[in-house]
């Protein structure tokens, strides 16, 4: 048996997804930007992926642009957004990730921020007031926050947030990417000036992903060369990707609240089977359904002889998940985000992530396997 719980990394191609982009392969193959039929026809497949995309997000079309990736979009946001505002000062946390974390840290080093990273307690929740006191002390700052981390599944307050940032007129960036597709966004409501997607991680194709930029902001290309995406992003568009993405979150939109239910049952029942089996774990970042990202379960196990063989013996196994430990020095590759909420560097952590596609079964078949590699290991 081989079963997968990894959907935090990426999730597999849903199959309407597959058809959808097949029907596309077939017959489209135009540049879109070709004022000829075969050009219009591939303009008209892309440009009515982006309305559906922000009918489903209750905002304007012209307020998507798509992208390569989550990844792209937030250099995107925060290069620019900070660069063509002249932006001094920005704001992050010690658990975000790579792709706003070191983008960001660059910019520190390349002298065009200073960079301040907001306090979060061992569950990684944001410490607000302590948001407030740095945007107080510093007018018209940077401020880049994930709607859920991608390790620890801890949601932060997205509304709240906002509010904070329309307060002391600072410039919101949130990297929704483990989000997106898996809760409702309305952003007209939410006061965030950039929001990011990611297609791979909604049962989509990878290499295409979108960053919803509010009209009340304005920022100059991240990638120069032609005049695709209305002058905002050159290169020609991935039609087949594009297309994909937004027959995906037309998916994940009619199926929310079901999958929500199943994958947060899942959720629970490993927590409830691992406690029972498994003496001395523990669980890292929130857990609470109302606090927690229902796709992510990071565990930390008990101390085990050969801990950094865990993953390993788990793959052996027939079980992808991913995960691994705090830093014990500054010279270990570890997770910046165990660190970050002081998990223990002597217990092995493994972040199993959940699909619509996971069974009870195949949680049965991970816990029975983790039970005996911890009594193997004790």
């Known amino acids: 048996m081989r079963v997968y719980f990894d959907n935090a990394a990426t999730t597999p191609l849903d199959p309407d997804v597959m058809k959808e982009m097949y029907k596309v392969m077939e017959s489209q193959f135009g540049n879109p930007s070709s004022i000829h039929a075969h050009g219009r026809e591939a303009r008209t497949l892309i440009e009515r992926s982006r309305k559906t995309i922000a009918g489903l997000l209750h905002t304007s079309p012209a307020e998507i642009f798509f992208t390569s990736s989550g990844t792209e979009a937030d250099n995107t946001a925060i290069r620019c957004g900070i660069i063509d505002h002249k932006i001094t000062h920005a704001i992050t946390s010690p658990t975000e990730h790579h792709a706003v974390l070191h983008t960001l840290e ?67 960036h949130c990297d929704t990417v483990q989000t997106m597709g898996h809760y409702q966004h309305d952003l007209s409501k939410l006061k965030a000036h950039f929001v990011v997607c990611a297609g791979h991680k909604l049962h989509g194709p990878k290499g295409v992903g979108f960053l919803h930029i509010n009209h ?70 929130e857990t609470a359904p109302d606090k927690s990202l229902y796709t992510v379960l990071n565990v930390a196990f008990p101390e085990m002889e050969m801990s950094d063989m865990l993953l390993f013996n788990l793959d052996i196994a027939g079980i992808s998940a991913s995960g691994g430990s705090a830093c014990s020095s500054g010279s270990d590759i570890g997770s910046h985000v165990l660190t970050a909420i002081g998990a223990s560097s002597s217990r092995p952590s493994v972040r199993f992530s959940f699909s619509k596609y996971n069974t009870k079964e195949e949680v049965d078949f991970v816990v029975a396997k983790v039970r005996e590699l911890c009594a193997v290991n004790v």
């Open 106 to 172: 660059a910019m520190e080093k390349s002298g065009i921020i200073k960079l301040s990273l907001v306090n979060i307690d061992s569950k990684g929740v944001i410490d607000y007031d302590h948001l407030e006191t740095l945007l107080k002390e510093n007018e018209r700052s940077f401020v880049s926050l994930m709607h859920a981390n991608n390790e620890i599944g801890t949601l932060s307050d997205m509304e709240r947030i906002g509010d904070l940032c329309e307060a002391y007129n600072a410039i919101y």
């Open 216 to 285: 009340k902001i304005k920022i100059k290309p991240f990638i120069y060369g032609g005049a695709q995406e209305r002058n905002m992003r050159g290169g020609t568009e991935n039609i087949y990707g594009i297309v994909g993405l937004a027959k995906a979150l037309e998916l994940a939109y009619g199926e929310m609240e079901q999958h929500q239910n199943h994958i947060q049952g899942l959720k629970s029942y490993m927590m409830e089977q691992l406690i029972a089996n498994v003496p001395g774990v523990n669980f890292n970042g």
